[in-house]
């Protein structure tokens, strides 16, 4: 019996398992592995109905559709139609931002490796026609520039929607059609959807909240994201296979989408991360998040739609891709046990566990007081005991859409805090950055960089237990 065979009976067995332990309605697993794949499935497309969920299910990949705008790019960069480190005004003329120097420097390298540096957590609904994606950057000028192109990483949704618009200019079609003539068509994709009309007409789940007293999951209230954060991942749905079938594209140039210098220009490392944001990589590619894990390089991606979360991850060492979606509860343990199972048993490597905090108690004075961008204020603050707390409340547009969140944090290395509570099964790590001149951190960077702000600390709130996002209304993070 060969290794695949062993792995499709451990996670047939063990996959119903674990999504009933980390709380997660239904999944689909693939594996692709030296010309062989495999998929599993557990669970249900939605509990209100009980539809079981099968291997040609689809989910919403989220933010993994960023790889596939990153590809559509690169695919220009072959043509010789696009030149990453040409400013973005070469092909946008109308590109604006609140920092008019910074919009005239901001290449489309800054924003494939997120280092653009303008405030991206933008989740404006432009509406449902193909001018949805120009009509979202033509708003962009009242973005603020948080800092200086190419000096930080910072996780930007808004800008991969720009490079999407940078797709569209120089195709001369909607960025969706760009997606099915050059992407979806050449794979041969039979199981992927764009849209929630297309999507109905397969097995598509629905994503899921915790709800009720006893935060059982329920339904989300909206099933998509606005079509002008498609470049960003609102729009692709698809099945574990398709998924696969766009990962074995980007191991070798299998389908013919990418030739393999543009592939190599895809995973080549760009920036640093500071200490790695929990369950995700501590580099970053064009597109492609990179971990560097036991000798091997591994790249990948997450995406969170509404309720759903999706996991891709390519070991090009060893020829290996695995794929994992879901809609609702614990997504990250989930995919951090199966993909843990699934490199030890193809592979020999062992993950990293996920962060623990420790017990000890140090002088935050460094971290207090307020950061924040125009959709979440976070205001940190140490008690008599030592005790450190982050209030968490949304701002802007979102103001009122939650109640306000507060979260102990603990010590784990250096200027890294670590939140005491797990939210959707992990311990969240919380990185303090720079200097505002006065001895205190410049930054709070979560994965985004939150800038210090000059207001004055808010009064305490009620310690809220574990917190989640609400259906329909996304705070930073619903879609990465």
Not at 104 to 111: D, E, F
Not at 437 to 450: D, I, M, P, V, Y
């Amino acid at each position: 019996m060969t290794k695949l065979n062993t792995l499709a009976d451990w996670l047939g067995e063990r996959l119903p398992e674990l999504i009933a332990e980390h709380r997660v309605p239904g999944a689909v697993i693939g594996v692709y592995a030296n010309g062989d794949h495999l998929e599993r499935a557990a669970g249900v497309l939605n509990t209100r109905t009980g539809v079981p969920v099968t291997t040609d299910s689809l989910f919403q990949i989220g933010s993994v559709s960023k790889v596939w705008t990153a590809t559509l790019a690169l695919q220009l960069v072959e043509e010789g139609k696009l030149d990453l480190d040409l400013p973005v005004r070469t092909y946008l003329p109308e590109f604006r931002l609140a920092d008019e120097s910074a919009a005239a420097l901001i290449t489309t390298r800054h924003l494939l490796c997120h280092t653009a540096g303008f405030e991206g957590d933008r989740f404006t609904d432009t509406g449902r026609g193909d001018d949805a994606i120009a009509r979202y950057v033509e708003l962009l000028g009242e973005a603020p520039q948080l800092f200086e192109p190419g000096e930080l990483f910072s996780y930007n949704n808004a800008g991969y929607v720009v490079i999407g618009r940078i797709v569209e200019t120089l195709r001369g079609k909607p960025y969706i059609q760009c997606l099915r003539e050059h992407l979806i068509q050449p794979l041969g994709l039979a199981h992927t959807a764009t849209d929630a009309e297309e999507a109905i007409l397969h097995r598509a789940a629905v994503g899921h909240f915790p709800s009720g007293p006893e935060d059982s999951l329920q339904p989300a209230g909206l099933w998509a994201l606005p079509r002008s954060l498609a470049p960003a991942g609102s729009a692709l749905t698809m099945s574990a296979r398709d998924l696969l079938a766009f990962a074995r594209s980007q191991l070798s140039g299998d389908g013919g989408v990418l030739g393999a210098e543009a592939i190599h220009t895809m995973r080549t490392e760009h920036v640093r991360r500071v200490p790695p944001v929990t369950a995700h990589g501590d580099a970053w590619a064009l597109g492609w998040e990179i971990f560097h894990v036991g000798g091997y390089t591994v790249y990948g991606h997450n995406g969170d739609a509404i309720g759903q979360s999706a996991f891709l991850r390519l070991l090009p060492e060893r020829d290996i891709a695995v794929a994992l979606l879901t809609n609702g509860g614990q997504g990250v343990p989930l995919h951090h046990e199966l993909l843990g199972h699934v490199l030890r048993e193809l592979a020999g490597i062992e993950l990293p566990a996920l962060p623990v905090p420790s017990s000890s108690t140090i002088d935050a004075s460094r971290y207090l007081g307020g950061y924040g961008n125009s959709i979440t204020d976070i205001t940190v603050s140490q008690d008599d005991s030592g005790a450190i707390w982050a209030e968490q409340v949304p701002t802007g547009e979102y103001a009122g859409s939650a109640p306000p969140q507060r979260f102990q944090l603990l010590p784990y290395h250096g200027d890294t805090l670590v939140t005491a509570q797990r939210h959707q099964g992990i311990h969240r790590l919380q990185t303090f950055l720079g200097d505002d001149g006065h001895g205190k951190a410049r930054f709070l960077h979560a994965g985004r960089a939150l800038p210090r702000r000059a207001d004055a600390p808010r009064p305490p709130a009620p310690i809220l237990g574990g917190g989640s996002r609400t259906a329909g209304r996304p705070t930073t993070g619903s879609v990465s």
